[in-house]
């Protein structure tokens, strides 16, 4: 199990460390989605496309409040947590994922470099579970890159369907799990 401890103290007090927020994007997920880009990441996987995210000082501390204020405005997106690994600050995106749910009814897609099967095993990582739509998992792997893949970079990535929601059927996607 790789380390989960490396995190900022921003998820744990109702604010997220945030790099960027992209409205209407269409490159983390099916149809318009607007992406939260935390800062942070551990799993350092060589060839990453983005090592500028890695550093968990990085970005700015945003209020949670103020995150769902923007995706509840952006009336036509759906929501992808995406980063660094959004599962480094698991408390604060598990907050705002519960939000969302609660709040709206836009589907939630996850980017980690965590396996399924690390997060399932792992009692804090998989508190954000019940509110995630998509999960795709598992680190970049240079040598399975793979450009012709649908919305991962490397063929050991899994875009896993947690509920019924799939917004789209994506070819090779799976479900791991009963669908809520
Ligand atoms: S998990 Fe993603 S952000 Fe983190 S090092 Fe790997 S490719 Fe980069």
Redesign the pocket.
């Known amino acids: 199990m790789r380390n989960t401890e490396n995190t900022t103290k921003a998820g744990m007090s109702g604010t997220l460390k945030v790099l960027d927020i992209l409205e209407e994007t269409m490159a983390d997920g099916p149809g318009l989605r607007i992406s939260i880009y935390c800062a942070g990441?551990a799993?350092?996987?060589p060839g990453?496309?983005?090592?500028q995210?890695?550093d968990f000082n990085a970005g700015k501390e945003m209020e949670i409040d103020k995150i769902l204020e923007l995706i509840k405005e952006d009336e036509f997106s759906n929501v992808t947590f995406s980063?660094?690994?959004p599962l480094y600050q698991v408390e604060g995106f598990t907050i705002l994922a519960r939000r969302i749910k609660e709040e709206t009814t836009k589907t939630i897609w996850c980017?980690?470099?965590f396996t399924f099967e690390e997060i399932v095993a792992d009692e804090r990582l998989s508190q954000i579970l019940p509110y995630l739509d998509v999960i795709v998992d598992g680190?970049?792997i240079e040598s399975l890159k793979d450009k012709e893949l649908l919305f991962r970079?490397s063929s050991n990535q899994r875009i896993i369907y947690l509920t019924e929601k799939k917004d789209d059927t994506i070819p090779g996607a799976v479900a791991l799990v009963q669908p809520k």
């Open positions: 990441c799993h350092h996987c990453c496309h983005n090592p995210s890695w980063g660094g690994d980017y980690t470099g680190p970049f970079g």
